[in-house]
Antibody
Framework: EVHLLESGGGLVQPGGSLRLSCAAS????????LSWVRQAPGKGLEWVSA????????HYADSVKGRFTISRDNSKNMVYLQMNSLRAEDTAVYYC???????????WGQGTLVTVSS | IQLTQSPSSLSASVGDRVTITCRAS??????LAWYQQKPGKAPKLLIY???TLQSGVPSRFSGSGSGTDFTLTISSLQPEDFAAYYC?????????FGGGTKVEIK
């Protein structure tokens, strides 16, 4: 059974940094791309970033480009999102999502809440 | 690629037929998926490739369309279908979602 578990969320001041982690199990981790998708309180879904199975290719939304960095450790079945220069508008639940080979999100974690506030 | 969903919300009764539309700002062939999200929960994949039902999803859900115009139809609304629905394009990065449609009980 596929399982994704996010961690690392919390309260951070504007301009601060946070690293989110996603632990994956139940599938051949290195064969699949993974994404981070976020949802601000009461709002819709926003794709944030994706990383290929090998880790060699990454993509970012314009809203986070230059501030967030996605990475993965295939030896540990982990994906990470390093978030720097955080802003109030980055406040959201952040989901880790497994992609099919066509960038469809077939499995999701339960999410971790990031709050950016002074 | 921008995705525009309509309506943003709707009220319906159990047994009603419900249709949600998703329009892309440019042609995306059939590279579209639909998700259902209930309050406090992660989204769940319903349909991919515009019209292919994900395994385990009830057959009352169906999708259609290609190019720029797509629809999600629930043929007979059930109590467990009251939720938010999102379309997503997978044609190109950056991946994008529609703004969502909230289906509420009339």
């Amino acid at each position: 059974e596929v399982h994704l578990l996010e961690s690392g969320g919390g309260l951070v001041q504007p301009g601060g940094s946070l690293r989110l982690s996603c632990a994956a199990s139940g599938f051949t981790f290195s064969n699949y791309a993974l994404s981070w998708v976020r949802q601000a309180p009461g709002k819709g879904l926003e794709w944030v970033s994706a990383i290929s199975g090998s880790g060699g290719t990454t993509h970012y939304a314009d809203s986070v480009k230059g501030r967030f960095t996605i990475s993965r450790d295939n030896s540990k079945n982990m994906v990470y999102l390093q978030m720097n220069s955080l802003r109030a508008e980055d406040t959201a639940v952040y989901y880790c999502a497994k992609q099919t080979n066509q960038a469809i999100f077939d499995y999701w974690g339960q999410g971790t809440l990031v709050t950016v506030s002074s | 690629i921008q995705l525009t969903q309509s309506p943003s919300s709707l009220s319906a009764s159990v047994g009603d037929r419900v249709t949600i539309t998703c329009r892309a700002s440019q042609g995306i062939s059939s590279y579209l998926a639909w998700y259902q999200q209930k309050p406090g929960k992660a989204p769940k994949l319903l349909i991919y490739a515009a019209s292919t039902l994900q395994s385990g999803v009830p057959s009352r859900f169906s999708g259609s369309g290609s190019g720029t115009d797509f629809t999600l139809t629930i043929s007979s609304l059930q109590p467990e279908d009251f939720a938010a629905y999102y379309c997503q394009q997978l044609y190109s990065y950056p991946l994008t979602f529609g703004g969502g449609t909230k289906v509420e009980i009339k």
